[in-house]
């Protein structure tokens, strides 16, 4: 009985040491040494001072700014709040919502049809990304906004469009702090 408890302790304090630790540092060397920009949450720094990451989305509210997805998670885009609202599409607090944001956006671009990604949030509330058809129905308010011709804010639209991974999976998709960047520089 000796043995097999000496053992089992043994063996417990092997696997910590081996799983709990060893692992954990190579797999964060590795990381750090082949993947550092992912590995570190791919950070965009301005002027020397961090404003965002790649990876969560972030509200821009201005009239001169490109709008993300609306964000379910907390108090919008809050990382330690990520998921969605877990309303199904027949819940009338979500229909309310998206109602509501449908109305004032067609009244921002009368005659246009709004894509569903501007009144609907993502799965996990912090999708950094729009489509390219989000970003385009922008395009009237942040030009006039701006006072930017439109075929300026497509050709920064169409530099900031991701496309498929592998010309094959997903969708296309914008990173909208990159592109609100890219329009801060322009100015």
């Known amino acids: 009985m000796k043995k097999q408890l000496m053992t089992a302790f043994l063996m417990t ?6 799983l709990g630790i060893l692992y954990p540092l190579a797999v964060t060397a590795l990381s750090q040494i082949f993947f550092r920009d992912q590995a570190n949450g791919q950070l965009i720094p301005k002027d020397g001072h961090l404003v ?3 990876l969560i989305g972030q509200v821009f509210t201005g ?3 490109f709008h993300s997805r609306p964000s379910a998670a907390g108090d919008g885009y809050d990382a330690t709040a990520s ?4 309303f199904g599409p027949t819940n009338q607090k979500l229909i309310d919502r998206v109602n509501g944001d449908t109305s004032r956006l067609q009244a921002e671009n009368p005659n246009t049809p709004v894509p569903v990604d501007l009144v609907t949030a993502s799965g996990s509330g912090l999708d950094p990304e729009i489509s ?4 385009e129905f922008q395009i009237p308010r942040v030009a006039r906004e701006r006072r930017m011709s439109e075929d300026k804010l497509k050709q920064l639209i169409a530099a900031h469009t ?3 991974w592998l010309g094959l999976l997903g969708e296309p ?3 909208v702090l990159e592109l609100n960047l890219a329009l801060d520089a322009e100015k």
């Open 13 to 18: 304090i092997a696997t910590t040491v081996l």
């Open 52 to 54: 965002g990451s790649r």
């Open 63 to 65: 009239p001169g700014y």
């Open 83 to 86: 998921g969605g609202s877990n």
């Open 132 to 135: 390219p058809a989000a970003a």
């Open 162 to 164: 991701r496309g498929r």
């Open 173 to 175: 998709g914008v990173r």
